[in-house]
């Protein structure tokens, strides 16, 4: 199965060390099948198994881009607040 994460590299820096405009990716963390392909799933032999596994997949990466936005909109909120010349701390 895969586990959806939101990579903020500028996170870890100070507010007075962002070099660049705020930014975020958006990863996984996924088992490889023998082919080299990124398994979304375990085996799936129903409909029903299927339909559980795509609506699953759907509602995490609903929450991955909400999880996203709100990193993203720190991290402006700590690049405005160092440009405006306040201290975070």
């Known amino acids: 199965m895969i586990t959806l994460i939101v990579d903020s590299p ?10 660049v405009s705020p930014f975020v990716y ?4 996924a088992q490889t099948a ?4 990124i398994l979304l799933s375990s085996q799936l032999a129903t409909d029903v198994e299927i339909d559980h596994v795509t609506r699953k997949l759907i509602c995490e990466i609903e929450k991955l881009g909400h999880a996203a936005k709100k990193e993203l909109r ?16």
Do not use: A, D
Request: proline share 6%; glycine share 8%; charged share 25%.
């Open 10 to 19: 500028l996170s870890k820096l100070e507010s007075t060390q962002y070099p």
């Open 26 to 29: 958006l990863s996984l963390e």
């Open 34 to 37: 023998p082919s080299g392909r």
């Open 74 to 89: 720190r991290l402006r909120s700590m690049q405005l607040n160092r440009n405006n010349g306040v201290e975070i701390g």
